[in-house]
């Protein structure tokens, strides 16, 4: 602690109002311990920071996942120092509790009237979900022929999802397994607005493991994207099949899905478009799009 002053004051922002109050070298030292033990398992990340003399603040976010509830917890110290040491230390904090959507808590009851067996809970992935998640991509990059280009890491999902408390990339459903690990996932991914001004929601990815079919969690994983896309506003839920699968075809049948034969599905890759002069060559010669 020989950062600290000798009459450094810890004003923690844990126990009862105002919080927990530690003096000292010795007195930090079991403040530090007995925070970090509370917060253990959360995700922190720093948001701003800023220091002016001898005074200053960083706010910081701690994700708290769990299976019925996300919790948000934002806080915000405030320090002072003194001959170049830590004099003082205000923690602040407030939850906001997220909870998992509504709709969700009344897949279990409806999943198991559609096949034998045990019921199917589907929820929101969190953070404790990143490694099994993973592995259930990787099995579907397999499955679908770009195992090779598959780029995504435990690291990369927390961040740009399930762990990350605001500009969230993608959120991602999950099937648990009565014996552990995960049944079957679906991410999706919103598109903000469009022609009406409405989101659209894109399915990037369905997947259940070949020993869990025929047990209702494709459907239990559906329901739950079309509540989610209720629950948005959205005007359209869009996804992609694969070619020649029929079977497919039939399951989203079923909830109403229909292909849309009105467009055609094109895709470029920018880093190896080398077509300008081609582009331009067109245009002079009639090419327009939107003739």
């Known amino acids: 602690m020989a950062c600290v002053t000798e009459t450094f004051i810890y004003r923690a922002s844990i126990g009862t109002v105002p919080g927990k109050t530690y003096s000292g070298a010795e007195g930090v030292r079991a403040g530090i311990a007995e925070m970090r033990a509370i917060d253990a398992g959360r995700i922190p990340v720093v948001t701003d920071q800023n220091f002016h003399g001898n005074r200053g603040y960083y706010r910081w976010i701690y994700r708290w996942p769990s299976t019925d509830m996300v919790a948000d917890e934002i806080g915000c110290d405030w320090i002072q120092f003194r001959d170049g040491l830590l004099e003082s230390k205000d923690g602040y904090r407030k939850v906001r509790q997220l909870p998992t959507l509504s709709a969700l808590r009344h897949l279990t009851t409806r999943a198991s009237t559609h096949s034998p067996g045990a ?26 022929g770009y195992k090779a280009d598959f780029r995504v890491t435990t690291k990369e999902l927390l961040a740009r999802g399930l762990a990350a408390s605001q500009g969230q990339e993608f959120r991602a459903f999950v099937a648990d397994r009565a014996t552990g690990g995960l049944s079957g996932y679906a991410v999706v991914q919103e598109i903000p607005f469009t022609f009406d001004l409405r989101p659209t929601l894109v399915l990037k990815e369905l997947f259940v493991a070949a020993a869990d079919r025929r047990r209702g969690v494709w459907t239990a994983l559906m329901e739950a994207v079309i509540a989610y896309a209720r629950q948005r506003g959205c005007g359209r839920l869009r996804w992609l099949v694969l070619p020649e699968n029929d079977a497919a075809n039939r399951f989203y049948e079923r909830f109403g899905g229909a292909i849309d034969s009105s467009r055609e599905n094109w895709v470029l890759n920018p880093s190896l478009n080398s077509a300008s002069s081609k582009v331009s060559a067109a245009e002079s010669g009639g090419g327009d799009p939107a003739g």
């Open 119 to 144: 019921p199917v809970t589907v929820r929101l992935a969190n953070a404790g979900d990143a490694e099994a998640l993973l592995q259930s991509m990787e099995r579907l990059a397999e499955f679908e």
